[in-house]
Structures are given as structure tokens and as C-alpha cells.
């Protein structure tokens, strides 16, 4: 162990004389707290906030995994190519224990810049508002909707199967299935659609929605219901009129003695448009039962519909904001891991331009994982199945940060749950990186450093 210390004290100390590691932090240096000041955003406290958290981790993380990439990379070829690894491994020191240095060394440099920049960034973002004379309105705001972290609840998928088998039966002793489409196909179209006339009311009618196991941080604070609405005919003022409840629906089955809460709120809202409600927290009873009724009434004279993917969504504060961005931090942390394990491995057996380049195609492709995959899928039907024998399993072998990028969940203050963030410690960091180590390891082992001459 004193060995692989010494191997990273001393990458530490040639990390920080690189011109590059310096110009990467003095850049920091100057451009958070530049861009704290000069953002606006939509001209609003959160929206000032939000792009600064968006921006300021973006620059953070992309500065940091760049510096890690090279100094990983730089480390053990210049090394190798300026021979001052032959004064190492003729000592009584083992070549994994010269890779394990090496990445111990680079990942605590990593973890002192982290620490720091987002400190930065966490303090700017906490006195952000005490500099701006903002009403009280959009302090409430900004405290509901920013500086929190929201847990999701959305309503549950219902079977159709059984209604969409007896429609398909119709259609094919009508004959009236269509000639063009596979079943498959016809299937999907009519779940779709039987799914979505689940989500609509006619005008007078009424939709319930029942949720299970919401458990709010504090009952005394708010929930929110997160809405969109689409219609089947356009009103003149696209506007929808309704009727809103929110409690404990099982007191209209079983009487008020369950002494729970039910709020009525009467509405006005645009089309197509997100809307949130506002209501207590306390309408959620003690074993987290809630229900959100809408009822459609007659001033509308059209179907209300609620899109499948975003029509509705139950939002409510299940954590703080800082446990949130202390959680952020560390998906961060977990792609430096990563990025340290792989520019060790490029160092085993590439040259410093090379294994610079390797790294950076990887780092890319798994920062756009999501948009690679997409545009493949919109190839004609042989490429797209060649692609998806060749290239598709290796995309999906890489860590795809997108999916885990902080910022999806800081900005909206959504929750950043401890499940999600121990799922891409095991993806990332304990199979992924791992791997890669372990590959690095073995190749070098195996190296010829250099060749004896007689």
C-alpha cells in the first residue's frame, strides 16, 4: 500500500505542473462565479438559477473529465516514452501497483477539484436571491419548485388486453383490418387507443386517478398536481373550464369518519399548456393514500383529454436540496471513476495521442448515448438491422451518462433517489469501470516495456 501511495502523491504533484490542469481550474475559477452573476435565464429568480445550476455542473463536469482523460492518459506514456519508468519497475514495486497509483492519485485530484467547484456552485446558487429584490411570490416559487427535490408519481398503466383482443376480433370478421400493417402493429394502435380513452371525459363526466404509497416530507407543506390537457375540438378562447378534487376519494365509499381532507378547486386553463395545482400536503392521508379527481363540466362543450405520456403526474417534496445536489455531486463523481479507469487502460498499451483520441470517441459517444441510438433507429430496415448486431450493444455497454446526467434532475427539482443513484454506482463504477481496470491491468502486465539488445 505505501508504494501505491507513493506512485499517487507523485501523479498528483506532475498533474498539477501541467499548464493544462492549471488553465482548467483558473477557468473555473473565473467563469462560475461570472456565470452566477450573468446568467438570466427566462428573465425570472428560477429561471436565473436554473440555467446557472445547468450550465455551471455542465462546465464542471465537462472540464473535469477532459483534465481526467489526460492526465490519465499523459501519466503513464510520458513515462514510458521519456524512460523514467525503468527507474520505477526495477525497484521492488509491481506493475498493477504502479496502475493503481496512478488511478488513486488521479482520482483524488478529482475529488479535490469536485469538492470544490461544486461548493462554488452550490454556494452561488444558495445566495443567488439575496441579491435580487424579488416578491414574495417568486421567492414562494423558486422555494416550491427549485430549491427542493419533488418525487414523481404518475397515474398506473391500465390492462387493456382484453378490450383490445375483442377489437381486433371486430376488425378481422368485418375485414377491416388494415392490409399495410403487420399485427403487431394493429395491436399497438388500438392499445393506444383504448388507452387513451381511459384518460378522456366527455363533457359532464369525471376522471379519477388514485395513488398509493406518496409519502410527503412534510405533511404541512404543498403538493402539486402537474397537468396538460388536449381537446378533440379547439374552444374559441383555448381555454378549458373544470372542476378539480384532491383527498382521500374513499370517504364518498365509506363516510367522512376517515377525516381526511378533500379540497374542490374550480379552474381555468389553456390548452396544451403545462399547469401545476397547488394544494396541502395533508390531503394525503397516513397510509399515503391520495386521489385527483377532474370533472369536465358543461361550459366546455368538448372531450378532455390527458396525453399517456405527460397528461398528469402527481409532484411532491420528498427531500431537501441539498441532500439532492450532494446526490448530483456524486453522479458526477461516479463518470470521473469511469474516465479515470478508462484512460489508464488506453496508457497500457497506446501512445499519449492515441489513447487521447480513444478516449475521447468513448467519452462522446456515451455523453450522446441516447441521441446515437434514436438517429440509428431511423435507418432503412437493413442498415438498422445490421447496426443493431454491431454498433447498438456496444453503445449500450458504455455507461451512457445522459441518462444519469445531474442536471435532469436539479433543474426541475425532481428527486434524486438513493435507488436510482446506487444503480449507477453498480453500472458504472462496479461492472463498468471495473472492467476496464482489470483489462488494463492484464495488458500491461504482459507489456514489454523494453527490449534487451545483445
Keep these: 500500500m505505501r508504494s501505491i501511495w507513493a506512485v499517487a502523491t507523485n501523479t498528483i504533484r506532475q498533474a498539477l505542473r501541467m499548464k493544462i490542469a492549471a488553465a482548467f481550474i483558473i477557468l473555473l475559477f473565473v467563469l462560475l462565479p461570472v456565470m452566477g452573476v450573468s446568467m438570466t435565464g427566462d428573465g425570472t429568480l428560477k429561471g436565473r438559477l436554473q440555467t446557472f445550476v445547468s450550465y455551471g455542473l455542465s462546465l464542471t463536469s465537462i472540464l473535469l473529465c477532459l483534465l481526467t482523460i489526460i492526465i490519465c492518459a499523459y501519466s503513464l506514456t510520458s513515462d514510458i516514452k521519456q524512460r523514467q519508468i525503468y527507474t520505477v519497475i526495477t525497484k521492488p514495486i509491481r506493475r498493477y501497483q504502479l496502475l493503481l497509483g496512478k488511478l488513486l492519485g488521479v482520482i483524488l485530484l478529482d475529488v479535490a477539484l469536485l469538492v470544490l467547484f461544486s461548493a462554488i456552485i452550490y454556494s452561488i446558487t444558495i445566495y443567488v436571491p439575496k441579491f435580487y429584490n424579488a416578491a414574495e411570490a417568486e421567492l414562494a416559487q423558486v422555494s416550491n419548485e427549485f430549491y427542493t427535490a419533488r418525487a414523481s408519481i404518475t397515474p398506473p398503466q391500465l390492462d387493456v388486453s382484453s378490450e383490445v383482443d375483442e377489437a381486433y376480433n371486430r376488425l378481422q370478421e368485418a375485414g377491416q383490418l388494415p392490409e399495410d400493417m403487420s399485427r403487431s402493429e394493429i395491436m399497438a394502435e388500438l392499445t393506444s387507443r383504448k388507452k387513451l380513452e381511459k384518460r378522456a371525459a366527455a363533457v359532464g363526466r369525471e376522471l ?33 373550464y373544470s372542476q378539480w378534487f384532491v383527498g382521500d376519494y374513499r370517504q364518498t365509499k365509506y363516510g367522512p369518519e376517515l377525516e381526511t381532507p378533500i379540497y374542490s378547486l374550480a379552474r381555468k386553463d389553456p390548452v396544451r399548456t403545462f399547469r401545476e395545482i397547488e394544494v396541502p400536503a395533508d390531503a394525503v ?101 445490421v447496426y443493431s448486431f454491431t454498433i447498438k450493444p456496444v453503445i449500450q455497454l458504455l455507461p451512457q451518462f445522459d441518462k444519469f446526467n445531474p442536471t435532469k434532475f436539479l433543474v426541475p427539482g425532481r428527486l434524486l433517489s438513493w435507488s436510482l443513484l446506487a444503480k449507477a454506482a453498480g453500472l458504472v463504477v462496479c461492472i463498468k469501470a471495473l472492467l476496464l481496470l482489470l483489462i488494463g491491468l492484464l495488458i500491461f502486465s504482459f507489456r514489454e516495456i523494453a527490449k534487451v539488445i545483445v
Design 285 to 385: 392521508t397516513q397510509d399515503g393514500y391520495l386521489a385527483v379527481g377532474f370533472l369536465n363540466v358543461p361550459l366546455n362543450d368538448t372531450v378532455v383529454i390527458f396525453p399517456l405520456e405527460d397528461g398528469l403526474e402527481v409532484l411532491y417534496k420528498a427531500d431537501t436540496f441539498s441532500a439532492n445536489f450532494i446526490r448530483a455531486i456524486f453522479l458526477i463523481f461516479f463518470r470521473l471513476i469511469f474516465l479515470a479507469c478508462l484512460g489508464v487502460l488506453a496508457a497500457s498499451f497506446l501512445s499519449f495521442p492515441v489513447a487521447i483520441l480513444f478516449c475521447l470517441v468513448i467519452f462522446l459517444t456515451a455523453t450522446f448515448s441516447s441521441f446515437v441510438i434514436e438517429s440509428f433507429n431511423f435507418l432503412g430496415e437493413n442498415l438498422s438491422s
Design 208 to 240: 379519477i386517478w388514485e395513488f398509493h404509497n406518496v409519502k410527503p416530507l412534510d405533511p404541512n407543506e404543498s403538493l402539486f398536481i402537474r397537468f396538460k390537457y388536449d381537446v378533440s375540438v379547439n374552444p374559441a378562447d383555448s381555454q378549458v
